[in-house]
């Protein structure tokens, strides 16, 4: 596997070169008037600058990730402070899979591996510790277990020094739940897990009311949890079927949990945790995709809102408040996509990132009392000088040969005649993924060069509902292969691409 994606790599290096040189030479480019700069790789591939901020609990300081000698690490800062003034807390060789605060901002919480084998360590780091000899603040491996792959199931706020964590050191395929004490290390286990467990569901009250199993044949079962510890089936769906837990109620009597049992589409429902039994609370009001996602306050327990995927994301909101923040962000940055990426501990104060498909992004903390924003970042502040020249993503339909439609993104070379262009194929990888509109690095480098670039969401891609997953099924390299070349097809019929010219690229397809 490390092979095939090292080959993989050196190829798409190889691609990009020969482009760079096309790009230079191409006819079709050179004999505009006005020829586009032609964008570094590097500006598009290599490390963001700055990325992954995250405020504290109290909001008086901000991590992110930086590289050091190549590699991401963690910084912080006080909000107050410049960005260079940020003092580094860890020194890896390893790029960090994902960091958190803990609630009472005493500790980072981060997660990390050994040379890719994947098997994740929690580590713990104290921003307010000195450096030691190393020259930087000590970090805690809190599960010192190479061989095995510690998974966070739940982050007391009752407790901020406990979390719930599965350990799977006594059955590799399983992982046991333990509490995990961060200012000590200490581990308790709770459980051990002969149940074919994969996930964990707790109240409101930090109380575990909810699990999730895997039988052997691919199916998901969704488990009550007695007072005793005891579980019992309430729920389930087939293996072609999916069903997950969200959050619970304000008032912990209900739970919230997605699932396409029974629809094509996945809609957010209701759940009595006793007796499984479900209500709708929602589906996507256009009837075209799955439900994206549920966001939850943690002050207020309440849902906030809901998110569907289509061409681009639409929001559907529950809190008037929220919606009046979003509505008033959206009149800032009109044409952009708005996210809320963290907040501080009573939601005041909120990191947003600011997105497009022609904009590089920005960062801002945003408080939602005084309505003031900051500017924090961008992540790739190179980028911004190149953006009269970057190329607007556009979202397609076609059918495919059998008459399926396919869904799509095109990026049109910006200053091209928008005639016989070369094309770039550029299929996601999964294939149970999809591509989304917003900043493409990869469609936009390709652009850049001359290139139509065609994103295609292929049968078998996830949010458009079962039926349009499980039409990938036996259908990789058959219909799944129609479902691009008749998008090649379609962009050739609109005179848009030269048939002669077509490339196809990519990771994991």
Not at 206 to 226: C, K, Q
Not at 409 to 435: C, E
Not at 447 to 468: E, I
């Amino acid at each position: 596997m490390k092979s095939n994606l090292k080959l993989a790599l050196l190829s798409l290096l190889a691609v990009m070169i020969v482009v760079d040189s096309f790009a230079q030479s191409n006819p079709v480019i050179q004999k505009k008037t006005k020829v586009p700069p032609l964008i570094d790789r590097e500006i598009f591939l290599g490390n963001p600058e700055i990325a992954g901020g995250q405020l504290s609990p109290d909001g008086k300081f901000i991590s992110f990730l930086k590289p050091w000698k190549g590699v991401l690490n963690i910084f912080v800062k006080k909000i107050t402070e410049p960005f260079d003034k940020a003092k580094q807390l860890t020194a890896n060789d390893r790029p960090v899979g994902g960091y958190f605060w803990s609630y009472d901002g005493k500790y980072i919480l981060y997660v990390e591996d050994k040379g890719g084998n994947e098997n994740y360590n929690i580590y713990a780091v104290n921003p307010a510790d000195d450096a030691d000899t190393s020259g930087f603040p000590p970090a805690r491996n809190l599960t010192p277990n190479e061989k095995i792959r510690a998974e966070i199931f739940a982050v007391s706020k009752k407790n901020p020094d406990v979390m719930m964590i599965g350990i799977n050191d006594r059955d590799p395929k399983w992982h046991d739940l333990y509490k995990l004490s961060i200012s000590t290390g200490k581990l308790e286990k709770l459980r051990e897990n002969n149940d074919r467990i994969s996930g964990w569901m707790f109240d409101w009250n930090e109380t575990p009311r909810l699990a999730i199993r895997n039988p052997e044949d691919g199916s998901t079962e969704i488990l009550h949890v007695d007072e005793k510890g005891n579980l019992s089936k309430i729920y389930e769906v087939g293996p072609l079927e999916s069903a997950g837990i969200n959050a619970f109620s304000a008032d912990n009597k209900k739970a919230y949990i997605s699932s396409n049992k029974g629809t094509n589409f996945v809609q957010l429902l209701l759940m009595d945790p006793e007796t499984g039994s479900t209500t709708l609370v929602e589906q996507d009001p256009l009837k075209r995709v799955d439900l994206e996602d549920a966001a939850f306050s943690d002050v207020s327990h309440q849902l906030q809102f809901t998110s569907y995927y289509d061409d681009r994301l639409r929001l559907y909101f529950k809190d008037k408040k929220v919606e009046a923040d979003f509505n008033f962000l959206q009149q800032k940055f009109p044409g952009r996509q708005i996210a809320w990426s963290g907040s501080t501990k009573d939601e005041q104060k909120v990191l947003i990132n600011v997105t497009s498909d022609v904009h590089a992004p920005d960062v801002y903390l945003f408080d939602r009392v005084t309505k003031k924003l900051v500017f924090q970042y961008t992540p790739r502040p190179k980028l911004k000088q190149y953006e009269p020249y970057l190329s607007s993503m556009q979202s397609i339909r076609y059918k495919s040969s059998d008459g399926l439609e396919i869904p799509a993104y095109v990026t049109i070379p910006k200053q091209s005649n928008g005639k016989m262009l070369p094309l770039l194929v550029f299929p996601h990888g999964g294939p149970w993924a999809r591509d989304y509109w917003g900043m493409n690095s990869y469609a936009q480098l390709m652009a850049n060069r001359g290139f139509v670039v065609l994103a295609p969401n292929f049968r078998g891609s996830t949010g458009y509902g079962k039926n349009y997953l499980d039409a990938g099924n036996l259908q990789w390299g058959k219909l799944m292969q129609d479902d691009i070349t008749w998008g090649v097809k379609y962009l050739v019929a609109k005179g848009l691409v030269d048939p002669k010219k077509v490339a196809i690229m990519g990771g994991s397809y």
